[in-house]
């Protein structure tokens, strides 16, 4: 399952949602509405749902347990995976999709980005500190570029006192992929 956790005013690329749905998954969450009516199965194996509002009504304090996976599995649904992208990995809301999260970072090689992952790192650390936490690096031009991007980032780690472990998962080159190859991948790899 790929949860959409984006609002549209975030969106630079996409005028809309990857696939469009009615309700969103905040909305599930705070019993306003049954969470079938939330989650769209889009092909065999590959689910997908909005979670754009989830912030706000956590803010409010409105989202009720139990969480995602136990409602999922209440619902007859058994999804083995629930990917959720995000910018801004606050514990509290990811708890709410489960009770089980492996967390993995991934980031370009540009030094920014590497500074924004160390720093997404270092938050994940203060609630997380026996857990491991991979990088991957999505772009660049060559493997030597990604590599080169894992010794910036074991640097921008030492110098900013983290005694985490940062796994380097591996170096993916940036192409051109279609959005409809997503659920290609997912079908493929999570079955």
Known sequence: ??????????????AGFLY?????????LSNAVHLLKVVRNVEDHFWYATAA????????????LPTLDERLLQAGLSIDYILVPTTDPNATILSYYGHQIKRFVVSSPDHESLSRAL??????????????????????????EGQAAFQKL?????????????????????CQVALWWIPKITKSVFR
């Open 20 to 28: 469009p749905t009615r309700y969103d998954l905040a909305q599930a």
């Open 154 to 174: 074991a640097r921008l780690r030492k110098r900013s006192c983290i005694k985490r472990c940062t796994l380097p998962v591996g170096f993916v080159r940036l």
């Open 119 to 144: 720093a997404m790192v270092r938050e994940m650390c203060v609630f997380q500190t026996d857990e491991s936490y991979p990088v991957l690096i999505i772009g660049g031009a060559s493997e030597e």
């Open 53 to 64: 509002k989830i912030r706000a009504l956590h803010a409010r304090r409105q989202i009720k």
């Open 1 to 14: 399952m790929l949860l959409d956790e984006f609002g549209l005013s975030e969106r630079r690329t996409m």
